[in-house]
Nanobody, 117 residues
Framework: QVQLVESGGGLVQPGGSLRLSCAAS????????MSWVRQAPGKGREWVSD????????HYADFVKGRFTISRDNAKNTLYLQMNSLRPEDTAVYYC??????????WGQGTQVTVSS
């Protein structure tokens, strides 16, 4: 079955950086676009970024554009999200999901990112 395991979250000060990872198994990772989505306290889940199968096309939500970078390593079945210039409003549980922005389904347990001084 599809398994997605996110890691790399933590507490960081505003302006800081974190790199999230997502280890995928149970499906042919290289055949699927992948997404990062997040859910802030008291809010619904929102799409953050996606990447195509080969890693050549990437899309970002406006609120992270220029600060976050999505990437993937198909040899390692791993998805990444480099997050720079973090803001308090980026505080959320971050999930990786199988599929692109309009088709993602299934995600892991998530990793908590807290941006606070």
């Amino acid at each position: 079955q599809v398994q997605l395991v996110e890691s790399g979250g933590g507490l960081v000060q505003p302006g800081g950086s974190l790199r999230l990872s997502c280890a995928a198994s149970g499906f042919t990772f290289s055949s699927y676009a992948m997404s990062w989505v997040r859910q802030a306290p008291g809010k619904g889940r929102e799409w953050v970024s996606d990447i195509n199968t080969g890693g050549s096309r990437k899309h970002y939500a406006d609120f992270v554009k220029g600060r976050f970078t999505i990437s993937r390593d198909n040899a390692k079945n791993t998805l990444y999200l480099q997050m720079n210039s973090l803001r308090p409003e980026d505080t959320a549980v971050y999930y990786c999901a199988k599929g692109g922005r309009y088709e993602y389904a299934g995600w892991g347990q998530g990793t908590q990112v807290t941006v606070s001084s």
